[in-house]
């Protein structure tokens, strides 16, 4: 199967989006399609051996529009709904000036005698109605022509049977042109004819200005629209212009300064203070602190040395080094973030479905009940310029525009706020999801701790000092490569003690190791390895057993005969966990803790944690089951990891979280990544979660709402009772204003701040 992108032209509301996926979607071959009205594009996964994409740009065609493979570039950067929105919003200007323009001339000339403002004596008097219609006419004919693309797609639209929100548009605006030209001839008629009578009544009746109005109305609300929804692609402009477009690397000996673009794994690269860097790497030379807040969300900069990882578009802020690239091009961080808020942006939330299904019928019950209305007026012995303009404004204002931007607005702006925190959210159905989970599945080693053991308690006999013992342990420890050993050592180096050398150094594979110090023997180990040299524990035993209470694992230090000390090493909990969790059971969630640790050590984490609940001895394939068990039991759970065992329950989850310092099966696995090593995370992707969702409920009750109160009113059907009638000039605007409330509620989005 092939994944490919095309850009979408002539599309503009849901309506239009829907026709083109269902037309796509019934070509042989194409597994999935899906089309985002928002960016105008869509993407296509299809059998290549079965069709190409001329077959996929033919069915689009068919449809009504126009669709074209994006570029290479586009394809890598996915940068294609930036591009295409600032193009958009170029075109709208234009149409927008000419339109307004002409339309204020037209309105002039039309009411300008109503106002008492000036007007040409030759415009005025029944004996000028000729010239007056006629030049009402011309006015009107470069509004029509800026503007012509709504009849060009709204007439192909209704001829393939699919008719669009255009269509509409095309119909109204379309009919009122027609009758005024109706109208222009039967004034020509009647000062032909000397029946001024007919002249007075069809002067009165020239829909030119209605016309103007409509379509200058539906384009400045479509320019406003266009730049609302430039707004949306903020996120994803901002993240692409972090990365510098230059470096500074080491060639030939010699340092140039060359595209970024150019560069290539191996690179060396030299960052200076207050310069970005260009690609992932690892640094080989110097030391410095790293501002990574633009892509973790953390403003303190992180102290980066020899060995240490950099990631693209991060500032140096103080020494210089020189690191080695390791990814480039849309392998780099920076790139992997953007495609996937782009691909979540361009997904469907499984409530976008509702608002698809409706407006893939909504236009022609549209066009139904304005012919009903047309023929039940004229029925009723109202004159047809009555019957005609409740026509044309039923047609205005049920444009769908609103229906068709209340779900991607909101999830464009509400993954484009997670990135800038530091939260990847991989598709709108995971921003969605997330909102109505119940239970939170957390992994302990490395999501709940540190991921790595440290020393938590030294304990020396009576003969010897803390920094005393701990010296030794280390001198014993350093030529083991045991993580528990590197704890130690890591603990020694924290407080400026230097191992001494051992002799004679032998590891016993599970159980300790023996060496030589000062001519001496030593030990160190666990109870059975004492208990096999037979050293005498004397009070360390007691205390060993307490520190395994509390989760802990302790390691004996001895010489042949006694036990000399004891140093208890665990895997700490992170000091932000004890945070997130309570702001997730703040929330309403249960709070689940799944670990492979033993049941005593987990036991003490709960403890610590004042966790309800905590499953301990776990396998990878029994973490996926005990998913499955939560969700049999009608829960909808969120799964928390980051290791290569945690991913079958990641991807059974029904919202998997990976921790950013995770492995890349965990990344892949999951729904939604942190980029941070931080659990308040987790709390801050529900709350945006939640946000989102209810962002796009209050859309789509505008928008029904809207429709719901708007049709009737246009139709008529409170005229008999009120005298209540929507001129199409008034229904032009409240269908542009419906689209723009729509736009900046969702913008609404962009204040949304973590609070942990």
């Not at 800026?146 to 605006?173: C, E, H």
């Not at 004034?187 to 007919?198: A, R």
Request: glycine residues 8%; contains cysteine; negative net charge.
């Amino acid at each position: 199967m092939k994944k490919e992108k095309y850009t979408v032209s002539g599309m503009t509301c849901a309506a239009c989006s829907a026709a083109v996926e269902r037309a796509v979607s019934q070509v042989p071959g194409v597994s999935s399609v899906n089309v985002n009205l928002l960016a105008n594009v869509m993407v296509v996964e299809y059998d290549e051996s079965a069709l190409d994409a001329s077959r996929i740009i033919a069915a689009v065609s068919d449809a009504g529009y126009a669709a074209a493979p994006a570029s290479a570039e586009q394809q890598r950067t996915q940068a294609a709904p930036v591009g295409a929105i600032t193009d958009e919003i170029a075109q709208m200007k234009k149409r927008v000036v000419v339109s307004l323009v002409f339309m204020v001339l037209l309105m002039y000339v039309s009411m300008g005698h109503m106002l008492h403002l000036p007007v040409p004596a030759f415009l005025l008097g029944l004996e000028n109605a000729g010239t007056m219609a006629l030049l009402q006419f011309l006015l009107t004919l470069p509004v029509l022509l800026v503007n012509r693309q709504y009849f060009q797609v709204g007439f192909k639209t209704l001829w393939r049977r699919s008719p669009n929100m255009d269509s509409l548009i095309a119909i109204g605006s379309g009919a009122a042109v027609v009758y005024g030209v109706f109208a222009l001839f039967r004034i020509s008629y009647g000062l032909g004819h000397g029946e001024l009578d007919l002249v007075a009544r069809y002067s009165h009746d020239l829909y030119f200005e209605s016309a103007g109005m409509i379509l200058a109305l539906i384009t400045l609300g479509k320019f406003l629209e266009a730049r609302s929804k430039g707004r949306t692609s903020d996120a994803i402009a901002k993240l692409m212009d972090l990365a510098p477009k230059t470096a500074t690397v080491i060639r030939d000996g010699q340092e140039m300064e060359i595209p970024a673009a150019d560069l290539v794994v191996g690179d060396i690269i030299v960052i200076r203070p207050g310069q970005s860097i260009p690609v992932d790497g690892v640094i080989i030379e110097g030391s410095s602190a790293v501002d990574e807040s633009a892509i973790t969300g953390e403003s303190i900069p992180v102290a980066k040395t020899v060995g240490d990882p950099v990631v693209s578009a991060t500032l140096n802020k103080a020494g210089a080094f020189k690191f080695r690239a390791t990814r480039i091009g849309e392998d780099t961080t920076l790139a992997q973030i953007i495609r996937l808020v782009e691909e979540a942006g361009a997904s469907k939330a499984p409530i976008a479905k509702l608002a698809d299904r409706i407006s893939a019928v909504f236009v022609p019950v549209v066009m139904a009940i304005a012919l009903a209305a047309f023929i039940i007026w004229l029925l009723l012995g109202y004159p047809l310029e009555f019957a005609l303009t409740t026509a044309v404004a039923v047609l205005v204002i049920s444009c769908p525009c609103a229906l068709g931007l209340a779900t991607p607005v909101a999830i464009m702006v509400g993954t484009g706020q997670g990135a800038l925190h530091g939260i990847l959210i991989k598709s709108a159905e995971a921003l969605e999801t997330a909102h109505s989970v119940d239970t939170i599945v957390l992994d302990k080693t490395g999501t709940i701790t540190e991921g790595r053991p440290q020393v938590t308690d030294v304990i020396p006999g009576p003969d010897l000092k803390p920094e005393e013992l701990l010296q030794l342990a280390a001198s014993l420890e350093k030529p083991s490569e045991h993580p528990l050993a590197e704890a130690v050592t890591a603990k020694a180096a924290q407080e400026g003690l230097e191992p001494a050398p051992v002799d004679e150094f032998m590891a016993v594979p599970g159980k300790g190791i023996r060496a030589e110090l000062g001519g001496k023997t030593y030990l160190a180990g666990n109870l059975a390895f004492m208990q096999e040299n037979k050293i005498e524990l004397g009070i360390f035993a007691a205390e060993a057993d307490r520190l395994a209470e509390e989760g802990k694992t302790p390691m004996y230090f001895a010489d042949t005969r006694r036990a000399l000390g004891l140093i208890a090493a665990a895997d700490v909990v992170k000091p932000t966990s004890r945070q997130a969790i309570a702001a997730l059971e703040s929330m309403g969630l249960d709070v689940v803790m799944l670990t492979g640790d033993n049941k005593r050590t987990a036991e003490a984490i709960r403890r610590e944690l004042n966790l309800g609940s905590a499953l301990a001895e776990v396998l990878p394939e029994d973490k996926e089951r005990e998913i499955r068990r939560l969700q049999e039991q009608g829960r909808k759970v969120a799964m928390v990891g980051d290791g290569i065992n945690d991913a079958p329950a990641l991807a059974r989850a029904d919202v998997g979280i990976a921790i950013g310092a995770g492995t890349d099966v965990a990344l892949e696995s999951a729904d939604i990544v942190l980029v941070k090593n931080d659990l308040r995370d987790v709390v801050t992707a529900v709350k945006l979660s939640r946000a989102t969702l209810r962002n796009i409920k209050q859309n789509l009750f505008w928008a029904f709402f809207y429709n719901s109160l708007g049709i009737p009113l246009a139709a008529g059907l409170f005229y008999p009772l009120f005298g209540w009638k929507l001129s199409p000039m008034y229904a032009a605007a409240a269908m542009s204003l419906s689209s723009i409330f729509v736009v900046t509620n969702a913008l609404r989005l962009r204040k949304f701040t973590p609070k942990n």
